[in-house]
């Protein structure tokens, strides 16, 4: 099994940052991509960006690119989510994913978070 746990999120002014952590713990070895993805009040859970311990290209959804970074320190199973010139349309609960496979923009991934919350004011 595979545990992560996400930290960093908090309430923010719109225009401002937030830089999101996820540490895996457990079965890391059996992990290469690690994502993280959201979920708005009333809304489903959407993918936000996602990094592949092979090659360590991400992929962003188009909501997100330029505006948020994602990366990850292999030597410490930690993925990060940088993210900037924050909208309140970015207000939701973030969570962190893993799975071993390739990088999917689906929520098929084997393990979540618990999930942290942003909150962006106007």
């Known amino acids: 099994q595979v545990q992560l746990v996400e930290s960093g999120g908090g309430l923010v002014q719109a225009g401002g940052s937030l830089r999101l952590s996820c540490a895996a713990s457990?079965?890391?070895?059996?992990?290469?991509?690690m994502a993280w993805f959201r979920q708005a009040p009333g809304k489903e859970r959407e993918f936000v960006a996602a990094?592949?311990?092979?090659?360590?290209?991400?992929y962003y959804s188009d909501s997100v690119k330029g505006r948020f970074t994602i990366s990850r320190d292999n030597a410490k199973n930690t993925v990060y989510l940088q993210m900037s010139s924050l909208k309140p349309e970015d207000t939701a609960v973030y969570y962190c994913?893993?799975?071993?496979?390739?990088?999917?923009?689906?929520?098929?991934?084997?393990?979540w978070g618990v999930g942290t919350q942003v909150t962006v004011s106007s």
């Open positions: 457990g079965r890391t070895f059996s992990i290469n991509v």
């Open positions: 990094i592949s311990k092979s090659s360590g290209s991400p």
């Open positions: 994913a893993a799975r071993g496979g390739v990088i999917l923009a689906t929520r098929e991934y084997e393990y």
